[in-house]
């Protein structure tokens, strides 16, 4: 198999899989809001699983990522220590998981209390058992990864977004209220790991050759170059889950319900770019330690120029058509989250950008200078939300997140540019005409807005964009349906 039809069929299977994990969270979204819970309800279910969110980072201790750098490394060189490397790897994670849970389990009560919000303390609890969950899951996807099957990466996606978003509504709708809802996501996380360890152990470990001679360093370099992962996730957990445990703590539940709301929906707009980002990562790791640097840079300047003629005019249209979307489709009741997707137009940019670099530099041996890039951006974006979020609520803990994620996503780019070769004066050119198609489809949408008024005439407007953006892509040969058609054949 080529390298276009790898990176074409574990991007299928993994935007498959993003699709149904949208469509999933969509739903269950959609159902908790607009049916099941007022936003001080979904505002403390997300600010709990925040808390335990970053609970979960102890959990792992940067393992799994540094696990996929030598098991993809090892598969070509020395596959005979590839068994070592995932049996000793699960044992630390599963090791430090429960040992985190536990810990976490009892000290819910006072920690709930210390963080302001002893309500929260029942959905601390059930946190223990998401901390162990979630690592599994989390392990198990970067190993697939890491073999350069995607497709298995895929199925773990989809299967726990489905099971997650029958057990949570489920379980809130016969009354468990958001307990059910924590309990929920629990269960997705088990059902999946299950899964998973059976898939590893059938169609990979059990295939492997026997153990060789164990490589003596092979452990302590596994563990050396977990740290600088492990400070990168620390910087990923503080960008993304710290702001809103800090909406929490110094707003209000409902705040942190439109903050939640917000970043949700754009997480529901990053599919493509996060399918793409997970298939050609390790494929630039590949080409790029076998010396085939420039081949690896055309395929990152080609993935950047799709996720620009796509994610550009997103954001235009985003901003345009927020209103009428919380409006019609979430309820009224959460009309303050308006202004913060208005915002987030801006952040899906910027994070698909990063989507297709970041994990990139880990793959080629640079998780050292992303560490620091994302330590230096956590650090500034807890600075700015203590500054902004009384003042602008939770606006203010936008503002700042989109400060700090675009200066460490340019600081990605530059060094994936020093280590891989590619035009980037053609990218500029590129993204230029690609804001001028966005401003003209924005336009396009502003006429048709004022005969929005309900659902129908809201998906007719997004349509619209939709057809103008398409028809100016291809006359101005930035979209090519043939070349389109034939990667997604």
């Known amino acids: 198999?080529?390298?276009?039809?790898?990176?074409?069929?574990?991007?299928?299977?993994?935007?498959?899989?993003?699709?149904?994990?949208?469509?999933?969270?969509?739903?269950?979204?959609?159902?908790?809001?607009?049916?099941?819970?007022?936003?001080?309800?979904?505002?403390?279910?997300?600010?709990?699983?925040?808390?335990?969110?970053?609970?979960?980072?102890?959990?792992?201790?940067?393992?799994?990522?540094?696990?996929?750098?030598?098991?993809?490394?090892?598969?070509?060189?020395?596959a005979t220590q590839v068994r070592y490397i995932l049996r000793w790897?699960?044992?630390?994670?599963?090791?430090?998981?429960?040992?985190?849970?536990?810990?976490?389990?009892?000290?819910?009560?006072?920690?709930?209390?210390?963080?302001?919000?002893?309500e929260a303390a029942p959905l601390l609890a059930i946190g223990g058992f998401y901390v162990v969950g979630r690592s599994l899951f989390g392990y198990l996807k970067s190993v697939f990864q890491a073999f350069n099957r995607v497709t298995y990466s895929a199925v773990l996606t989809s299967i726990n977004s489905v099971v997650r978003l029958i057990t949570a509504a489920g379980l809130?709708?016969?009354?468990?209220?958001?307990?059910?809802?924590?309990?929920?996501?629990?269960?997705?996380?088990?059902?999946?790991?299950?899964?998973?360890?059976?898939?590893?152990?059938?169609?990979?470990?059990?295939?492997?050759?026997?153990?060789?001679?164990?490589?003596?360093?092979?452990?302590?370099?596994?563990?050396r170059y977990s740290v600088p992962t492990a400070a990168t996730r620390a910087s990923v957990v503080v960008?993304?889950?710290?702001?809103?445990v800090l909406v929490g703590i110094l707003a209000t539940p409902a705040a942190v319900g439109f903050y939640t709301l917000a970043r949700q929906i754009a997480d529901l707009c990053i599919a493509p770019a996060q399918s793409l980002g997970f298939t050609i990562t390790p494929t630039l790791g590949e080409q790029s330690a076998a010396e085939n640097r420039e081949r690896a840079g055309n395929i990152y300047a080609a993935?950047?120029?799709?996720?620009?003629?796509?994610?550009?005019?997103?954001?235009?249209?985003?901003?345009?058509?927020?209103?009428?979307?919380?409006?019609?489709?979430?309820?009224?009741d959460y009309?303050?989250?308006v202004r913060l997707i208005q915002l987030y137009g801006l952040f899906v940019v910027v994070r698909a950008v990063h989507k297709i670099t970041g994990s990139a530099l880990d793959y080629l041996g640079l998780a050292r200078v992303r560490a620091v890039a994302r330590g230096v951006s956590a650090v500034c974006n807890v600075g700015l939300n203590v500054l902004l979020i009384p003042p602008l609520g939770a606006l203010g803990a936008g503002i700042a997140t989109v400060i700090t994620y675009?200066?460490?996503?340019?600081?990605?780019?530059?060094?994936?540019?020093?280590?891989?070769?590619?035009?980037?004066?053609?990218?500029?050119?590129?993204?230029?005409?690609?804001?001028?198609?966005?401003?003209?489809?924005?336009?396009?949408?502003?006429?048709?807005?004022?005969?929005?008024?309900?659902?129908?005439?809201?998906?007719?407007?997004?349509?619209?964009?939709?057809?103008?953006?398409?028809?100016?892509?291809?006359?101005?040969?930035?979209?090519?349906?043939?070349?389109?058609?034939?990667?997604?054949?």
């Not at 790897?89 to 302001?116: H, Q, Y």
């Not at 960008?239 to 809103?244: E, I, Q, R």
């Open 1 to 78: 198999m080529s390298i276009q039809e790898r990176i074409a069929t574990g991007f299928k299977a993994s935007l498959a899989a993003r699709v149904v994990h949208a469509l999933a969270n969509g739903a269950l979204l959609l159902v908790l809001t607009r049916y099941l819970l007022d936003p001080d309800q979904y505002g403390l279910l997300y600010f709990a699983i925040s808390v335990v969110g970053v609970a979960e980072l102890f959990g792992t201790l940067g393992v799994p990522k540094a696990t996929a750098r030598y098991v993809n490394e090892y598969v070509e060189r020395d």
């Open 89 to 118: 790897s699960l044992a630390v994670i599963v090791g430090i998981a429960v040992a985190v849970a536990l810990v976490f389990a009892v000290a819910s009560d006072p920690l709930a209390t210390l963080l302001g919000r002893p």
């Open 172 to 223: 809130v709708a016969t009354g468990y209220g958001i307990a059910g809802a924590m309990t929920g996501y629990v269960v997705g996380f088990f059902v999946t790991a299950a899964v998973g360890i059976v898939l590893l152990y059938v169609r990979f470990y059990r295939t492997l050759p026997p153990d060789g001679s164990i490589d003596p360093d092979l452990r302590t370099r596994l563990l």
């Open 239 to 244: 960008d993304s889950k710290m702001d809103t």
């Open 303 to 332: 993935s950047l120029r799709n996720v620009l003629l796509l994610y550009v005019p997103a954001a235009f249209g985003l901003a345009v058509v927020a209103e009428p979307t919380v409006r019609y489709v979430v309820g009224p």
């Open 335 to 337: 009309l303050g989250a």
């Open 406 to 489: 675009t200066a460490y996503t340019l600081v990605n780019v530059y060094y994936i540019h020093r280590e891989l070769p590619f035009d980037a004066t053609a990218i500029g050119s590129h993204l230029a005409r690609v804001l001028a198609i966005a401003a003209v489809m924005a336009g396009a949408v502003m006429t048709v807005m004022p005969h929005v008024t309900g659902l129908l005439t809201l998906a007719g407007a997004i349509v619209v964009g939709g057809g103008v953006w398409a028809g100016l892509a291809v006359v101005s040969g930035l979209l090519k349906p043939r070349a389109v058609l034939a990667f997604m054949s």
